[in-house]
């Protein structure tokens, strides 16, 4: 008869199953335990019946399944994926996950509670690997967030510092211009240094924009609508004018004022796309630049012909410190990314679209106060 | 009466009901939630009325509001309490505090004299870690060691699931909830909570506590051991001291007509 099953045996199953089978009763004691858990933790079969549950577990799950496991298992009936720590009779712990639920007689009383318990060493070990590996990259992002918080602040602070001799330089050149007899080469070099200390304040109030955008303190602006933005703008292009003389720039100006805005920040913004546009359009084209309220937005676009930016780069254009792989690379790389923090804090958007015709800024914000920008 | 019309009574998950001009107010230890509390509530209905709720971080209240650092001790939770019976206009109102909830009833009695006038403190520990001339029936050790365990043992809490449990906040029946949900706590919540009541030592407050008490023992309690409710009854100036036939830590649970009876027989 070889090819017939054979029987189970059921007083076997229990006894000598895989997992271990306790059942304790409502006052915690054991009443039944299989072989097998008690060859696990090192007792005879009947030497477990009579103990107390707590006494074969750690004292952490003691707390735990008095205050947690208890209360479900009253409540609900059962608790099933628990994880404990048995104690074996040389009181070293044993990791098991098991199931636990309670056993009522016909009254609803509740008579015992069955536990079946599996070992669970690697398991265990795994998930604390999991566990810790996590708390590590939590740390290590802290460590950074706090790196880069007091990189921030380093840089406010030397920005801010750098500013008192830029300007006592500044001074400086004003009075030797005014008060000294100089030669001609003198003053050309006089010049140049009043534009290398105007580039220099230039780079620093970037920093500082930065510094201040990345402390959370945000772009601090102050918006109105008590003058007019239009001759604002056009004092910004006729700088850049006279700073880039090889190119030239179309400008159209189309306003209704007044504009609720801060001014000074959206000069900064136009002259930072000016800036732009000059450092990466090519000198036969002129650059267009095209500020003009449209219903209830103010729209300022900045166009160059040039090279088109390569898709994967427009994404990152108003990065901080994002530089561009054109033929100069003035800066810091802070320009566009201040344009679109300014945009950012007017509740506008800074939009980009780059083809080999052209590449075209385009920032729209509500012109009037309580205004919704236009889609 | 609706919780939501209060941002504090909403917060806590605030549960009132009953008749009755008195107020019992129940507050649930550490572990689970104001559930534990329905056996026993429920038997109080009638003659009382009922206030249950939630602490933050627990069961269905306002888990936005729960900071770690603002909750680093049990007077926060007191000053919470306080909040509730400022809300509720409770005077006189009976306490009924579970484990730690014992001595931030006490606490919030002196913060707020006249708010309770009766305590019922139930498995109560002024200080669960022994100390010279004291046993509170714990080492440092182990409160490690079940801090260890709280990390093993996430109870199916996931931060994706909180909003479903609060979402039912207008059926407070248990078969509304989801598996483990009265006691599923966040584990990092449950660790600070774990940490603030098993390190507290309020031995020097029970001595200023006017309201009257009942000190509710339960027998074999390894969270709360006799001596400690003994030592309880002793130093508070106004007590009653009652020690239950029931054992483990949570007679609200497994004897909830004998703490019944007890409560009843001392209000």
């Known amino acids: 008869m070889s090819d017939q099953l054979p029987l189970e045996d059921f007083e076997d199953l229990y006894e000598t199953a895989p997992c271990g089978y306790v059942s304790i009763s409502p006052d915690g004691r054991i009443v039944k335990a299989n072989r097998t858990i008690s060859q696990w933790l090192g007792f005879e079969p009947d030497e477990l019946v009579g103990k107390a549950l707590y006494d074969i577990i750690s004292f952490g799950a003691r707390i735990a399944f008095e205050t947690h496991l208890a209360p479900l298992l009253r409540m609900q009936g059962h608790v099933h994926e628990i994880a404990l720590d048995l104690l074996t009779s040389g009181g070293e712990k044993v990791p098991i996950f098991g199931n636990a639920a309670e056993k009522r007689g016909p009254d609803g009383r509740h008579l015992f509670t069955r536990l079946t318990l599996f070992k669970a060493v690697d398991r265990r070990t795994y998930e604390r690997t999991l566990v810790d590996a996590r708390g590590k990259a939590e740390a290590e992002s802290r460590a950074y967030r706090d790196a880069a918080l007091l990189r921030d602040r380093f840089i406010a602070v030397l920005g801010h510092d750098l500013r008192n001799p830029l300007a006592a330089t500044a001074a400086g050149i004003r009075l030797l211009r005014r008060a000294e007899q100089l030669s001609k080469r003198g003053r050309t070099i006089l010049d140049e240094m009043d534009g290398s200390v105007g580039r220099a304040s230039a780079l620093v109030n970037d920093l500082l924009d930065l510094a201040r955008g990345s402390l ?68 036969e084209r002129p650059i267009e630049f095209d500020a003009s309220t449209r219903g209830e937005s103010f729209v300022l676009s900045v166009a160059n012909a040039g090279e088109q930016i390569p898709e994967g780069v427009v994404n990152r254009l108003f990065q901080p410190f994002f530089r561009g792989s054109g033929p100069s690379q003035n800066g810091l790389g802070l320009g566009l990314f201040i344009a679109w923090e300014i945009a950012k804090a007017h509740d506008g958007q800074l939009d980009v679209s780059s083809t080999v015709e052209e590449t075209r800024f385009t920032f729209t914000m509500p012109a009037r106060l309580g205004g919704s920008q236009r889609p | 009466m609706q919780a939501e019309s209060n941002p504090v009574l909403a917060r806590h998950s605030v549960n009132v009901r009953g008749a009755g001009d008195r107020t019992m107010m129940f507050a649930h230890g550490f572990g689970c939630d104001q559930t534990m509390w329905e056996p ?5 209905e009638r003659d009382f009325r009922i206030v249950l709720f939630d602490y933050v971080g627990h069961g269905r209240s306002d888990l936005s509001v729960y900071s770690a650092e603002h909750y680093s001790n049990l007077q926060a939770y007191a000053d919470d309490l306080v909040g509730i019976g400022r809300a509720l206009e409770l005077q006189d109102a009976v306490f009924v505090g579970h484990s730690v909830s014992a001595m931030i009833g006490a606490l919030a009695t002196l913060r707020s004299p006249g708010m309770f006038s009766d305590l ?67 584990p990092e919540i449950a660790r600070d909570f774990a940490r603030v009541t098993f390190l507290s030592d309020n031995r020097s407050d029970l001595a200023s506590v006017a309201a009257r008490t009942l000190v509710l023992q339960c027998s074999n309690d390894i969270i709360a051991p006799v001596e400690v409710g003994e030592y309880v009854h002793a130093t508070l100036p106004r007590s009653e001291y009652r020690l239950l036939e029931a054992t483990g830590h949570c007679p609200n649970l497994s004897a909830p007509e004998e703490v019944t009876t007890a409560i009843r027989d001392f209000v």
């Open chain 1, 216 to 283: 959370g303190g945000g772009f601090l602006i102050e918006r109105n609508a008590d003058a007019p933005l239009t001759p604002a703008l056009m004092q910004v292009v006729a700088e850049a004018r006279s700073v880039s003389t090889e190119s030239q720039i179309d400008a159209r100006f189309d306003i209704e004022e007044p504009v609720y805005c801060d001014r000074g920040r959206i000069g900064q913004l136009a002259a930072n796309l000016l800036a732009n546009a000059v450092t990466h359009g090519t000198p």
């Open chain 2, 120 to 186: 019922v403190m139930v498995g109560p520990s002024p200080r669960y870690i022994d100390d010279e001339g004291y046993r509170g029936g714990f080492s440092r050790e182990q409160i490690e060691e079940l801090l260890e365990f709280l990390a093993d043992n996430h109870l199916g809490w996931s931060a994706a699931m909180a909003p479903a449990i609060m979402g039912n906040s207008d059926r407070p029946e248990l078969s509304a909830r989801l598996e483990n949900s009265f006691c599923s706590t966040d």
């Open chain 2, 40 to 44: 026993v509530a429920r038997n109080f």
